[in-house]
């Protein structure tokens, strides 16, 4: 009797290293949105970390519809300071849409990607917040979308800080960049919460992130968007890939030292734009930084930086 109960302990225990492993390496499934129109001749608003709806997020709101973005990416801290409970938390009709009333009152559709405080309590609730707004995407943690003539990753950043789903975001991420590739993409964006680099307080992308994404994107990809830290910057060029900061909708927090690659960065509530061109054989971005200052009647937009990504694609 004791050797059959040792026998059954002794193989479920192999089942369930099975079972892991098999979760640990499959490559999952994550929505592919598919857009017809070409990225080309559009404006993106890059905003993050409005999460308290105060006065200068308001002001931001305002000011994108102000900007004509055509579609607005919200780059995570959704809701200061422990995210929501439940799809119904009264905390997303008090931090969360009042930042994007304006936009979503004139149609402009945002994309989300969630942040380190939005996982505070449930992040799974976004998700269904989404599903009750049209205008609001978030399909999954994790997405890839297609143009005809360029494509973007919107990323999971927190799972890579706390272990969750280390490696099985990586072999999503790896797959869908080949695929990315064989469709010919022209142009390719990233957008995530945390950067790879930051002159910021909160720094350069933790040893998780080092270790499981940077590798992935850096010198593969053309821009990089992220949030996190509460300042607008232009890290500057690393191996082709360019980073940029656009984390201060509603906080400002304090710089550090700058790098030797970094071209601009300013603790200032504000924004990040990106006009998408086609110039011949490629596509440019053409990004800007705006303080945004005033109220949210006559929000005072101020360029404070400006510069220029040409595309090379995935490779």
Not at 114 to 131: F, Y
Not at 242 to 269: M, Y
Request: aromatic share 10%; proline share 5%; hydrophobic share 35%.
């Amino acid at each position: 009797m004791q050797f059959r109960l040792r026998s059954l302990g002794l193989t479920i225990t192999m089942l369930a290293i099975s079972v892991a492993q098999i979760w640990w390496w499959h490559t999952p499934q994550a929505p592919w949105l598919i857009h017809k129109q070409p990225l080309a001749g559009q404006r993106i608003c890059v905003i993050g970390d409005a999460g308290w709806s105060n006065e200068p997020a308001l002001t931001i709101g305002s000011a994108m519809v102000e900007l004509r973005c055509n579609q607005i990416r919200y780059l995570g801290d959704l809701v200061y300071p422990d995210g929501i409970s439940s799809p119904d938390d009264p905390l997303i009709e008090t931090r969360f849409l009042p930042t994007l009333k304006p936009a979503l009152d004139a149609g402009i559709p945002v994309y989300l990607v969630l942040g380190n405080h939005d996982w505070k309590q449930s992040g799974d609730a976004w998700l269904e917040v989404a599903r009750r707004h049209p205008l609001i995407h978030f399909p999954h943690f994790y997405y890839f979308e297609s143009w005809p003539d360029a494509c973007a990753f919107s990323l999971e950043t927190t799972w890579f800080e706390k272990w969750y789903h280390l490696h099985r975001q990586g072999n999503w991420l790896e797959s869908s960049k080949t695929q990315a590739q064989q469709q010919h993409c022209r142009l390719s964006l990233v957008f995530t919460h945390h950067p790879m680099y930051s002159t910021g307080s909160h720094g350069n992308a933790g040893e998780m992130i080092n270790l499981g994404l940077k590798h992935k994107l850096v010198g593969h990809l053309d821009l990089i968007m992220s949030g996190h830290d509460h300042i607008l910057s232009d890290e500057g060029e690393y191996q082709g890939t360019r980073q940029l900061i656009s984390g201060s909708a509603s906080i400002n927090n304090d710089l550090g030292p700058g790098s030797d690659k970094q071209h601009f960065t300013r603790a200032t509530h504000g924004l990040l734009t990106l006009d998408i061109e086609n110039r011949g054989d490629r596509l440019t971005v053409d990004y800007r930084f705006y303080s945004v200052l005033g109220n949210r009647e006559a929000p005072l937009i101020t360029l404070l930086w400006q510069g220029t990504q040409h595309g090379e694609g995935v490779r």
